[in-house]
C-alpha cells in the first residue's frame, strides 16, 4: 500500500504530542539512551555524510542490532556477509559503509538534515521496519512504540510470522531518541516535537488551582524521568524540567512556568491520558 508522508504526517504529531514512557520502562529507557550517547561520535560520520540524525541512527540500529557494530545496520546480519532478507545488500568493508547503504535503501539520504522532524523519523523508522503492522493488523508499529502507552499487543517474530498474544519487549525508536535528547541537548533535531497547542523560578499564573506541586505532578504525568518530587519546591530538577518540555515544544526557554508553559502542559497531560484510554 502506498503511504505518503504527508498523509501520515498528522498522525504521528498525534501520537508524539501523546506519548509517554510507561513506569516500568522509564529505567530502561534511560539506560539504552546514554548507552547510544557514548556511540554518538560512531554516528557523526553518516550524518556529516547524508544528514540521518543520531536520534534515528542510534535507537534503530539498537532495535537491528543491539548496537553491535560488527553488524548490518539495516538488517543486523554480519557485515561480512549478504543479507538473506529482501532488500538484500552486502557484504561491507566497514560499518559506516554498510549505513550509507541501510539508510539510501528507503531514501533517508534524501530528506536534508536541516530538514528532520519528529514526524519524519517516525515515518522513516516504521518505512525501515515496514507497514506490516499498519497494513494487515491495524495497530501502531511496536518498532516505533515500544515501552510507550501507545503501544499494543501483537509482534512480528519473523517476516511474515506475527504473534497476535506477545508484547514486543524491545524499546521504540521514539522514546529513546527522546530521552537521548533530554540527555543531550546537542542531538535535538532542527525541528521541535508537535507541540501540544499554537504558540519560568516560579510558577505564574492566575490560576488559582496551578501551583508548582501541580507543576511537577503534570510533568511526571507525561513521563519525565527521573521523575520529581512533587514537594512544591522550584528547585534546579524542577526548573530543567521545564526548560526541557519548552524547549521540546516550542516554547520560549526561560525555565519559569508562565501562562504559555502552564497551558502547553496541560493540553500535553490531557493527551497523554487520552492515549491511555
Known amino acids: 500500500m502506498d503511504h505518503p508522508f504527508t498523509r501520515l504526517k498528522p498522525e504521528y504529531s498525534s501520537l508524539l504530542t501523546a506519548m509517554t514512557v510507561r513506569p ?3 529505567d530502561l529507557v534511560n539506560h539504552v ?6 556511540f554518538k561520535s560512531r554516528y557523526a560520520p553518516v550524518t556529516s555524510a547524508i544528514g540521518v540524525p543520531a536520534v534515528f541512527i542510534g535507537p534503530s540500529f539498537e532495535r537491528e542490532a543491539s548496537s553491535d557494530f560488527n553488524k548490518n545496520p539495516a538488517q543486523g546480519w554480519p557485515l561480512t556477509s549478504r543479507s538473506r532478507d529482501i532488500p538484500h545488500n552486502g557484504p561491507f568493508r566497514t560499518w559506516l559503509a554498510a549505513a550509507l547503504a541501510a539508510y539510501h535503501l528507503n531514501g533517508l539520504d534524501k530528506v536534508g538534515a536541516s530538514n528532520w522532524t519528529w514526524e519524519h523519523v517516525c515515518f522513516y523508522g516504521e518505512m525501515f521496519n515496514g507497514f506490516g503492522y499498519r ?4 495497530m501502531h508499529s511496536p518498532y516505533l512504540w515500544g515501552g510507550t502507552n501507545i503501544q499494543t499487543v501483537g509482534k512480528y517474530t519473523e517476516d511474515g510470522k506475527f504473534a497476535a498474544n506477545d508484547m514486543d519487549p524491545q524499546l521504540g525508536i521514539i522514546p529513546v531518541g527522546r530521552r537521548m535528547v533530554e540527555i543531550d541537548p546537542t542531538l535535538a533535531l532542527p525541528t521541535i516535537i508537535p507541540p501540544p497547542m499554537p504558540s519560568g523560578i516560579s510558577v505564574t499564573t492566575t490560576d488559582a488551582t496551578i501551583d508548582t506541586k501541580w507543576v511537577q505532578q503534570a510533568l511526571n504525568d507525561i513521563g519525565w524521568y527521573p521523575a520529581l518530587d512533587v514537594d512544591g519546591s522550584y528547585g534546579n530538577e524542577t526548573k530543567t524540567a521545564i526548560e526541557n518540555f519548552q524547549r521540546n515544544y516550542g516554547l520560549s526557554v526561560d525555565g519559569l512556568a508562565g501562562p504559555e508553559t502552564i497551558d502547553a502542559l496541560k493540553l500535553a497531560v490531557a493527551a497523554a491520558k487520552g492515549a491511555t484510554t
Open 135 to 138: 497494513d494487515f493488523h491495524h
Open 24 to 26: 516500568e520502562c522509564r
Open 33 to 38: 539512551a546514554v548507552r547510544l550517547i557514548g
